[in-house]
């Protein structure tokens, strides 16, 4: 078990344009998370999938803001025409329950770093 | 509102106790969480407390829970230079939601 990974670990990006980030959570969990953190701040929520669907939206993700989890695996975060406001740290994590209820326990990645300039 | 509360700085001796203290706003949280963050790292889950109950200890961490006042606590017995990082409280809002609110970080700094 290798963990949570996130690519790539920095974005460095002019205003206005699209990036798009990916995260592969630990194999076999079912639930993908996704939080943005500023400096001095913690995780803010944006997003979370339990297997391919995503139940639950943060109104910080705004429409420039889409995520996917295709299969149910790997997740992507893409940030359309980006604002400097979007620099921050974008972090993923993954865990694993059983059915609908109970607590989870969520493994971070190290997280992405976006600029925009 | 949306707020969980932290204090920003603490500084121990090392083989002291740290306190560190959270206010949430929800009474309705289920779940409450404890997680450090080295500088470079990810997020580590150090512990959790159900709702339900009042105290949990695992090894040299206690979690204290207030559930009258939304208090939460995390007593580090015995404190190390390892333990120096930024630690944040979360919770979990409600039933049915795996929305989690995170505090602003409380940074623990253990001088030698």
């Known amino acids: 078990d290798t963990g949570v990974s996130q690519d790539p670990r920095h974005k460095i990006t002019k205003r206005g344009q699209n990036v798009t980030f990916r995260c592969d959570p630990i194999s076999e969990h079912n639930r993908l998370y996704w939080y943005r953190q500023t400096l001095g701040q913690g995780p803010e929520f944006l997003t979370y999938?339990?297997?391919?669907?995503?139940?639950?939206k943060s109104r910080l993700l705004s429409d420039r803001f889409s995520a996917e989890r295709p299969k149910g695996s790997f997740s992507t975060l893409e940030i359309q025409r980006t604002e400097q406001g979007d620099s921050a740290m974008y972090l993923c994590?993954?865990?694993?329950?059983?059915?609908?209820?109970?607590?989870?326990?969520?493994?971070f990645g190290p997280g992405t770093r976006l600029t925009v300039l | 509102g949306e707020d969980v509360e932290q204090s920003l700085f603490l500084s121990v001796r090392e083989g002291d106790s740290s306190v560190i203290n959270c206010t949430y706003t929800?009474?309705?949280?289920?779940?409450l969480y404890w997680y450090k963050q080295e500088p470079g790292a990810g997020l580590q889950l150090l512990t959790y407390?159900?709702?339900?109950?009042d105290m949990k200890q695992d090894q040299r961490l206690t979690v204290l829970l207030n559930k009258k006042d939304k208090h939460l606590s995390l007593r580090i017995a015995d404190t190390q230079t390892g333990d120096s990082a930024i630690y944040f409280c979360?919770?979990?809002?409600?039933?049915?939601?795996?929305?989690?609110?995170f505090g602003t970080g409380t940074r623990l700094k253990v001088l030698a």
């Open positions: 994590a993954s865990s694993f329950i059983p059915g609908t209820s109970g607590t989870d326990t969520q493994y």
């Open positions: 999938f339990q297997n391919e669907a995503q139940l639950e």
């Open positions: 407390i159900f709702s339900n109950m």
């Open positions: 929800d009474s309705s949280s289920t779940y």
């Open positions: 979360a919770e979990r809002r409600g039933s049915g939601t795996y929305k989690y609110i």
